[in-house]
């Protein structure tokens, strides 16, 4: 059994309530989850962050988070987005870091990181993949 936690993280002062972002994270993460119980992987618990706009790590969800982590609770964190973790690239790697030290993966959802840019190297990605079937084919 893969023992999965879902992280979700809003900001305060969102146009929709917290708690509808919190519902939107928690169900996409909740579906890819199901995609993969067939392999072992099942939710043992959730965390839930309400942080105010460039926050870093000190987040009391994210602290138990890492806690149940160190205690070798939980194989694998589920975040809808990367920028739901952390936003700079530091506390990222930090992150990064304690999750490998621990045997812990990272598994995001939403592989780009939330804004136009990771759209477009997903899109960038999608067609360059189609461009090679399509030549695949002409073979």
Known sequence: MIRCAIYTSTHAGSD???????????M?????????????????????DATPIGSHLNRPALQQLLADIAAGHLDCVVVESLDRLARK?????????KFRRRGVTLAIVCPGDGNDLGRTREGIATFGQRKQRRSDRKR
């Open 89 to 97: 690239g530091c506390d990222q790697a930090r992150l990064f870091h």
């Open 28 to 48: 996409a993460a909740r579906v890819f989850i199901a995609q993969r119980e067939r392999h072992g992987w099942t939710c043992v618990r959730t965390y839930q």
């Open 16 to 26: 929709t309530t917290q708690t509808e972002l919190h519902i939107i994270q928690r």
